[in-house]
């Protein structure tokens, strides 16, 4: 990732532009932004130290599971304080080097989420279609190792995206249509060429969203496959709740990102408030509501939290 300054086409500053035509409801708007950002760092606080400090989730399904309170974690503080600053104060106003920071980090981590989805799935698959084997398949040194390759991953496809912006002219506007700085949304503000940029990004876009979602539904197509033939209803509905709460991630990360895609590519050319609030919520409902679904579906969690929450008892005596 490049960030020197030696061209002197890029600008010193950027202006993030919120969310337009809803200026005037900017404080409004931060109500329900602040409330996910709090549900986002309070939740997946809670379920690192959970998973941290009791042995009993020690297992692969929950290593995955810190990775992904870990990710959401970093998406919410690189994402959320400066929409609020926006939202409150007006601070539009970015240094380019906190903007390709800022690019780097959403991009990134965004990359290693659904990564670690990809991997839960391949948890959940061998868990219920393997069940004799779990133990020796995802040893800790291979889940430790599908960890590493999931952050490599995201990093590896994502790092040069601040270099590919870096190296263009920016001559006119720079104001960026979004409250964070989004790839693509800064190289539309170039005045040079942009078809590497533009096919890089494509390029990832599918590799991650089509090749990750291919994978997780086959992988999902398996368990289907497996549990049918389990012989008791009891026994098909406790595989299927084991998977309910992934599912539900699945869609909360997916589904956002989908309909934004649809929008940048179908939707009107300028930045419109449906078009940035759908990237605001493909930022803010995963990390705010991952956690809550996890604490109400897992059992071993709920009890957990149950257990934390309930008052002690004195001893009369």
Request: proline content about 6%.
């Amino acid at each position: 990732m490049i960030l020197s300054n030696n061209s002197h086409h890029f600008p010193h500053t950027f202006f993030l532009a919120g969310i337009p035509g809803l200026t005037a409801a900017h404080i409004w708007i931060s109500v329900p932004f602040c409330f996910m950002f709090f549900l986002a760092v309070t939740g997946n606080f809670v379920l690192l130290f959970l998973i941290r400090t009791e042995r009993s989730l020690h297992q692969p399904m929950f290593f995955f599971l810190a990775m992904l309170s870990f990710v959401d974690l970093v998406l919410s503080l690189s994402t959320l304080p400066k929409m609020l600053a926006i939202f409150w104060f007006g601070a539009t106003a970015i240094s380019s080097h906190s903007c390709l920071f800022q690019m780097f980090f959403i991009h990134a981590f965004s990359a290693m989420e659904s990564g670690v989805l990809v991997a839960m799935a391949v948890d959940r698959f061998v868990a219920i279609c393997n069940p004799l084997h779990y133990a020796t398949i995802l040893t800790p040194v291979v889940v430790a190792k599908i960890g590493g390759l999931v952050m490599l991953r995201g990093v590896g496809l994502t790092i040069s995206f601040p270099s590919l912006a870096r190296r263009l002219p920016y001559c006119g506007s720079h104001t960026i249509a979004y409250t964070y700085c989004e790839h693509m949304a800064v190289v539309k503000l170039a005045c040079g060429a942009t078809t590497v940029d533009n096919l890089y990004a494509f390029a990832v876009a599918i590799f991650l969203g089509v090749g990750d979602v291919a994978f997780i539904a086959y992988s999902y197509g398996k368990i289907v496959r497996t549990v049918i033939h389990f012989p008791s209803p009891e026994a098909r509905a406790k595989a299927g709740s084991t998977c309910t709460a992934h599912v539900c991630v699945i869609l909360f990360f997916y589904g956002p990102g989908f309909l934004s895609v649809v929008m940048q590519r179908f939707g009107p050319p300028t930045a419109s408030a449906a078009k940035v609030i759908l990237a605001n919520l493909y930022l803010l409902f995963p990390p705010a509501l991952d956690p809550i679904v996890y604490g109400v579906k897992t059992k071993q969690i709920r009890e957990l939290l149950f257990k934390m929450l309930r008052p002690k008892q004195i001893d009369p005596t």
